[in-house]
């Protein structure tokens, strides 16, 4: 139980980054400097996986 804590602390902290960089990304694509705009689209893809990951875990800890 407390190594699925830590690993969901961990996927958050992960998780929160991911959206600060895509927030970074967002703003840079605003301005005009974001040469490769796919990289949006990854990031949002991997904050997805993320989140997927929390909630499979979570379903395991309820059912």
């Known amino acids: ?7 969901i602390d961990k996927i958050k902290s992960e998780l929160f980054n991911l959206r ?25 893809i991997q904050i997805a996986r993320l989140k997927t990951k929390i909630s499979k875990i979570y379903g395991e800890n309820n059912a």
């Open 1 to 7: 139980m407390a190594e699925k804590i830590k690993s």
């Open 20 to 44: 600060k960089s895509l927030m970074n990304l967002k703003f840079q694509k605003s301005t005009g400097q974001l040469e490769k705009t796919s990289e949006i689209k990854k990031m949002r």
